[in-house]
């Protein structure tokens, strides 16, 4: 499982972070600015990956970098999905003026698009990782409530839900006993799509300059300051943008790999 | 769409635009941090202060200050930048079309990709063409969008050197624009040598924004036509003796163009909304630009107006989109 | 004299996956200039198919597996796409089933007719539009100058087949397949759709493949009538002759289950089960192979 490999990879490598990389992310060796990754003439082997203008050493940045990558996923992923199910679960089966109210501002939401809404809220929030959370959780939430919603609708049509009703377990039940786990494949595989969602909306906010203190590593950070220097050190935006690609695609495996496990049905 | 449908469809959206005002207002007014102590120096005496304060209306309640704010947006003036200490409409309306002009370009690429694509991908069915398409498309949605403006500085910038990546134009090139529209004043003056320089710096940022547009929209606009070419009218026109390429392109693809137009609708907003994000890595002078230099600044103001502005611009959109749509679908055309 | 029209032994299978079903098991029939022969047979007796072969229109997963088709002469069983377009729209139209998605809803009525004109008979669009005009006055619609300006969804379920009818004629084409054209219509208006298509063919000297399900249209309009049951044509005769004495059980029997207001107590009279048992078993001993002679079972 494809998936499950480099989420257990970026996991590993950020929880052994401070002890797997080689140098310290934020020291600066000016003499050794610019080197190039290792496969290059001219490379130093103690810069696996080559140095950036200061000379600080990327694959120790990368390292770090995945921490925060990696948190802000599993944070903002988490809460947006708790707070998107609640919200669509409730819409789903109690249905009426709730569903309403809830279908309409999700309509509302969905017409604001995302990057402006997201730079809204940092200027309101200001720069932080917490502002990158909670932007995702504000703007996302709305992903997870649709599909909840429409899904637990479904579920409750069905017979089983029917059956649960006549032998008399309460609305509290029917819908945490007997619903909530029959959506849970679907949960899950939202929840690691999100994941990918949460490492791009970092890396854009912190490209900006929006996310953590500058000076922090993180990917969309070091492809900012590759970017300046795209035409000397080209790598240097090269790592951290196939990072986040190998993330995001790992994180999508990781859903469908997880929801063809979990789900009865699919297993067959 | 008449007149009176458009009037209406106008007035429809003065609603959303309050509803906008109204966010867009209490969103900024509940910023923790003091925005003028930012603007001044830590000399600064708390006289200083309260004058500012008092300049900017911020002294005054909340209920006040937004019936102010209203007040001066229907007068047009929507106060004055606190970084770059210039009136927030005349920088908005210096930056407006730079970045209206970029979009334009992006949502051109992408109809011709679109409509390019979804055409062979369909006239093709089933042959390789097709798949080409389709793995194209989903090459493209597997990669998140914003990292193909990166993509393209790394090939066309760095590994085969052949665009620019960064600014409006060449700086060695001397021209002295009248407007900001700097693309079509150059090709509207015949300046050939200006244009160039220009096309090639919008092409790979309008590239960027376009290239998820174009593998969305290519993918339904084929199988809307596929499915139209399932309909009884398109057998009616195979007996009628016409052409299989003159089937798609002129009894398929006119009806596939409704569905189309709709789905992609919502993903030119999207487009619009890249473009801060896309100025900002070429380096493009255009309004998305200025918004994150405001949001670092913490330029109230500017945040306001270039959300408003931007807001103006979905709607219009919106709008435009529903024109279309109408014009396309004769069923809606006359009530 | 050649007939118009002749199909010989046809056979089609639709493919479905590494199975396949025969949907037609060797038809053979001819028809002359002017004549107009009709089809008759419960629905996915394989009738339309037949059409759709002749037309070169079969669904992607239908196949003819034997037999020929000639026009006038020309064999068009497997002719290429172009010859075959050079043939539709001219010599063969088509009247479809249904006028309410056999129109382009995105068109005006008027480019819709128009079209065949200026690919075909090479009319400019003035031309064109002015016998247009004409046409849809041959189909009987009051003020075409103001029809040519409408869609489709303004015009009725009648009205609509009238112009496809105009349509179908159009090029004056020397056969129409009609496939069950009155069939989505109500009564009232399936007869004055008849009574123009016998009009537009009588005074034209069209000939017409007519497929339908209804006995009562067939025994207005056509010359001949051939009897189908599971893609096997069971009996073929002049419509008087199979009116008067329907040689065929089955034709028998289907004559008896058409609901007559002449007959007393309205009854309804299905096709016996047995017969039906009886059609079935022959058709299987043909899929075997060991029908092949005896084709002449009545």
Same mark, same amino acid.
């Given at each position: 499982?494809?998936?499950?490999?480099?989420?257990?990879?970026?996991?590993?490598?950020?929880?052994?972070?401070?002890?797997?990389?080689?140098?310290?992310?934020?020291?600066?060796?000016?003499?050794?600015?610019?080197?190039?990754?290792?496969?290059?003439?001219?490379?130093?082997?103690?810069?696996?990956?080559?140095?950036?203008?200061?000379?600080?050493?990327?694959?120790?940045?990368?390292?770090?970098?995945?921490?925060?990558?990696?948190?802000?996923?599993?944070?903002?992923?988490?809460?947006?999905?708790?707070?998107?199910?609640?919200?669509?679960?409730?819409?789903?089966?109690?249905?009426?003026?709730?569903?309403?109210?809830?279908?309409?501002?999700?309509?509302?939401?969905?017409?604001?698009?995302?990057?402006?809404?997201?730079?809204?809220?940092?200027?309101?929030?200001?720069?932080?990782?917490?502002?990158?959370?909670?932007?995702?959780?504000?703007?996302?939430?709305?992903?997870?409530?649709?599909?909840?919603?429409?899904?637990?609708?479904?579920?409750?049509?069905?017979d089983y839900v029917a059956s649960a009703v006549t032998i008399g377990l309460s609305r509290r039940r029917r819908l945490f006993v007997e619903i909530l786990p029959n959506i849970l494949p679907l949960l899950i595989s939202l929840l690691t799509l999100e994941m990918g969602i949460a490492v791009v909306?970092?890396?854009?906010?912190?490209?900006?300059?929006?996310?953590?203190?500058?000076?922090?590593?993180?990917?969309?950070?070091?492809?900012?300051?590759?970017?300046?220097?795209?035409?000397?050190?080209?790598?240097?935006?090269?790592?951290?943008?196939?990072?986040?690609?190998?993330?995001?695609?790992?994180?999508?495996?990781?859903?469908?790999?997880?929801?063809?496990?979990?789900?009865?049905?699919?297993?067959? | 769409?008449?007149?009176? @449908?458009?009037?209406?469809?106008?007035?429809?959206?003065?609603?959303?635009?309050?509803?906008?005002?109204?966010?867009?207002?209490?969103?900024?007014?509940?910023?923790?941090?003091?925005?003028?102590?930012?603007?001044?120096?830590?000399?600064?005496?708390?006289?200083?202060?309260?004058?500012?304060?008092?300049?900017?209306?911020?002294?005054?309640?909340?209920?006040?200050?937004?019936?102010?704010?209203?007040?001066?947006?229907?007068?047009?003036?929507?106060?004055? @930048?606190?970084?770059?200490?210039?009136?927030?409409?005349?920088?908005?309306?210096?930056?407006?079309?730079?970045?209206?002009?970029?979009?334009?370009?992006?949502?051109?690429?992408?109809?011709?990709?679109?409509?390019?694509?979804?055409?062979?991908?369909?006239?093709?069915?089933?042959?390789?063409?097709?798949?080409?398409?389709?793995?194209?498309?989903?090459?493209?949605?597997?990669?998140?969008?914003?990292?193909?403006?990166?993509?393209?500085?790394?090939?066309?910038?760095?590994?085969?050197?052949?665009?620019?990546?960064?600014?409006?134009?060449?700086?060695?090139?001397?021209?002295?624009?009248?407007?900001?529209?700097?693309?079509?004043? @150059?090709?509207?003056?015949?300046?050939?040598?200006?244009?160039?320089?220009?096309?090639?710096?919008?092409?790979?940022?309008?590239?960027?924004?376009?290239?998820?547009?174009?593998?969305?929209?290519?993918?339904?606009?084929?199988?809307?036509?596929?499915?139209?070419?399932?309909?009884?009218?398109?057998?009616?026109?195979?007996?009628?003796?016409?052409?299989?390429?003159?089937?798609?392109?002129?009894?398929?693809?006119?009806?596939?163009?409704?569905?189309?137009?709709?789905?992609?609708?919502?993903?030119?907003?999207?487009?619009?909304?890249?473009?801060?994000?896309?100025?900002?890595?070429?380096?493009?002078?255009?309004?998305?630009?200025?918004?994150?230099?405001?949001?670092?600044?913490?330029?109230?103001?500017?945040?306001?107006?270039?959300?408003?502005?931007?807001?103006?611009?979905?709607?219009?959109?919106?709008?435009?989109?529903?024109?279309?749509?109408?014009?396309?679908?004769?069923?809606?055309?006359?009530? | 004299?050649?007939?118009?029209?002749?199909?010989?032994?046809?056979?089609?299978?639709?493919?479905?996956?590494?199975?396949?079903?025969?949907?037609?098991?060797?038809?053979?029939?001819?028809?002359?200039?002017?004549?107009?022969?009709?089809?008759?047979?419960?629905?996915?007796?394989?009738?339309?198919?037949?059409?759709?072969?002749?037309?070169?229109?079969?669904?992607?997963?239908?196949?003819?597996?034997?037999?020929?088709?000639?026009?006038?002469?020309?064999?068009?069983?497997?002719?290429?796409?172009?010859?075959?377009?050079?043939?539709?729209?001219?010599?063969?139209?088509?009247?479809?089933?249904?006028?309410?998605?056999?129109?382009?809803?995105?068109?005006?009525?008027?480019?819709?007719?128009?079209?065949?004109?200026?690919?075909?008979?090479?009319?400019?669009?003035?031309?064109?539009?002015?016998?247009?005009?004409?046409?849809?006055?041959?189909?009987?619609?009051?003020?075409?100058?103001?029809?040519?300006?409408?869609?489709?969804?303004?015009?009725?379920?009648?009205?609509?087949?009238?112009?496809?009818?105009?349509?179908?004629?159009?090029?004056?084409?020397?056969?129409?397949?009609?496939?069950?054209?009155?069939?989505?219509?109500?009564?009232?208006?399936?007869?004055?759709?008849?009574?123009?298509?016998?009009?537009?063919?009588?005074?034209?000297?069209?000939?017409?493949?007519?497929?339908?399900?209804?006995?009562?249209?067939?025994?207005?309009?056509?010359?001949?009538?051939?009897?189908?049951?599971?893609?096997?044509?069971?009996?073929?005769?002049?419509?008087?002759?199979?009116?008067k004495a329907p040689a065929h059980p089955y034709t028998q029997a289907l004559m008896a289950a058409t609901p007559r207001y002449d007959r007393p107590n309205n009854a309804l009279h299905p096709v016996p089960e047995a017969l039906v048992k009886h059609l079935w078993d022959d058709v299987r001993r043909?899929?075997?192979?060991?029908?092949?002679?005896?084709?002449?079972?009545?």
């Amino acid at each position: 499982m494809l998936g499950l490999g480099v989420f257990l990879l970026m996991a590993l490598t950020a929880m052994t972070g401070s002890w797997l990389a080689p140098h310290d992310p934020l020291e600066q060796d000016l003499l050794n600015s610019f080197l190039p990754p290792f496969w290059v003439a001219g490379a130093d082997p103690a810069f696996l990956l080559g140095t950036d203008n200061l000379g600080r050493d990327v694959l120790s940045r990368l390292i770090y970098g995945t921490r925060v990558a990696l948190m802000v996923a599993v944070i903002a992923a988490t809460l947006t999905g708790m707070l998107g199910t609640t919200v669509g679960l409730l819409a789903g089966f109690f249905g009426g003026w709730v569903d309403t109210l809830v279908s309409r501002m999700v309509d509302i939401w969905m017409a604001f698009p995302a990057v402006l809404l997201s730079i809204v809220l940092v200027a309101v929030i200001g720069a932080g990782l917490h502002a990158v959370i909670i932007a995702i959780i504000v703007i996302d939430w709305t992903r997870f409530c649709r599909v909840v919603r429409a899904e637990t609708m479904v579920q409750c049509q069905q017979d089983y839900v029917a059956s649960a009703v006549t032998i008399g377990l309460s609305r509290r039940r029917r819908l945490f006993v007997e619903i909530l786990p029959n959506i849970l494949p679907l949960l899950i595989s939202l929840l690691t799509l999100e994941m990918g969602i949460a490492v791009v909306v970092e890396a854009i906010l912190s490209y900006v300059g929006l996310s953590v203190a500058s000076d922090a590593a993180t990917w969309g950070g070091l492809i900012q300051e590759g970017r300046l220097y795209v035409n000397q050190a080209p790598w240097l935006m090269v790592f951290p943008i196939a990072c986040i690609i190998v993330a995001v695609l790992g994180f999508n495996a990781l859903g469908d790999g997880l929801r063809s496990a979990f789900d009865p049905v699919l297993r067959r | 769409m008449t007149a009176a @449908s458009l009037l209406r469809r106008l007035l429809l959206s003065v609603p959303t635009l309050f509803g906008v005002l109204i966010i867009n207002f209490v969103l900024l007014r509940v910023v923790p941090g003091d925005p003028i102590a930012m603007m001044i120096g830590p000399g600064a005496t708390p006289e200083d202060i309260q004058n500012l304060r008092q300049i900017y209306g911020l002294d005054k309640s909340i209920y006040q200050q937004f019936l102010l704010y209203l007040g001066d947006f229907l007068s047009g003036d929507l106060g004055t @930048s606190i970084s770059m200490r210039q009136d927030v409409v005349e920088l908005i309306v210096g930056r407006l079309p730079v970045t209206l002009e970029l979009a334009l370009v992006a949502i051109a690429i992408s109809l011709v990709g679109i409509v390019g694509l979804g055409i062979t991908a369909s006239i093709w069915k089933g042959r390789w063409p097709e798949v080409l398409i389709d793995v194209f498309s989903g090459f493209v949605q597997a990669v998140p969008d914003f990292l193909w403006a990166l993509l393209f500085i790394l090939i066309f910038g760095v590994l085969w050197a052949s665009m620019p990546i960064f600014g409006r134009m060449d700086l060695a090139v001397e021209f002295d624009p009248l407007t900001q529209f700097y693309l079509f004043e @150059s090709l509207f003056r015949g300046d050939l040598v200006v244009f160039r320089s220009i096309l090639m710096h919008i092409l790979l940022p309008a590239l960027s924004l376009a290239l998820p547009l174009i593998a969305i929209g290519a993918r339904l606009l084929k199988s809307s036509i596929n499915e139209s070419m399932a309909q009884d009218y398109v057998q009616l026109a195979r007996v009628k003796g016409f052409s299989h390429f003159r089937i798609v392109v002129s009894q398929a693809f006119p009806n596939a163009l409704i569905p189309t137009v709709t789905l992609t609708g919502v993903q030119m907003t999207f487009l619009i909304g890249g473009t801060v994000l896309v100025e900002r890595i070429f380096g493009y002078p255009g309004l998305g630009n200025m918004a994150i230099d405001a949001v670092i600044n913490r330029d109230l103001p500017l945040i306001q107006g270039i959300v408003l502005t931007f807001a103006v611009m979905f709607i219009v959109l919106n709008i435009l989109i529903d024109m279309t749509y109408a014009f396309l679908n004769p069923r809606l055309r006359h009530d | 004299m050649t007939p118009l029209l002749n199909i010989r032994n046809l056979h089609v299978k639709i493919r479905e996956g590494a199975a396949s079903v025969p949907i037609l098991r060797g038809v053979s029939l001819s028809l002359a200039p002017g004549e107009v022969l009709g089809l008759v047979g419960e629905s996915s007796a394989g009738k339309t198919m037949i059409g759709k072969a002749t037309l070169g229109i079969l669904p992607p997963q239908a196949v003819i597996t034997d037999g020929e088709i000639f026009f006038d002469g020309e064999n068009i069983t497997h002719i290429s796409v172009k010859a075959r377009r050079r043939l539709l729209g001219t010599d063969i139209a088509m009247i479809p089933q249904d006028p309410m998605t056999s129109l382009n809803p995105v068109f005006r009525i008027g480019p819709q007719i128009a079209d065949v004109l200026r690919l075909h008979l090479g009319f400019r669009a003035k031309e064109a539009n002015q016998r247009v005009l004409e046409l849809l006055d041959d189909v009987h619609i009051n003020q075409p100058e103001r029809v040519v300006k409408l869609y489709p969804h303004e015009l009725s379920g009648g009205m609509r087949q009238r112009v496809l009818i105009a349509i179908a004629f159009a090029c004056r084409p020397r056969l129409i397949i009609a496939d069950e054209p009155t069939t989505a219509l109500d009564v009232t208006v399936q007869r004055q759709v008849l009574r123009l298509i016998k009009e537009l063919q009588s005074a034209l000297g069209t000939a017409i493949l007519f497929v339908t399900h209804d006995l009562g249209v067939v025994a207005k309009i056509c010359n001949r009538v051939g009897v189908i049951h599971a893609g096997r044509i069971l009996e073929l005769s002049s419509a008087q002759n199979l009116f008067k004495a329907p040689a065929h059980p089955y034709t028998q029997a289907l004559m008896a289950a058409t609901p007559r207001y002449d007959r007393p107590n309205n009854a309804l009279h299905p096709v016996p089960e047995a017969l039906v048992k009886h059609l079935w078993d022959d058709v299987r001993r043909y899929d075997r192979g060991d029908f092949a002679k005896d084709k002449s079972h009545a």
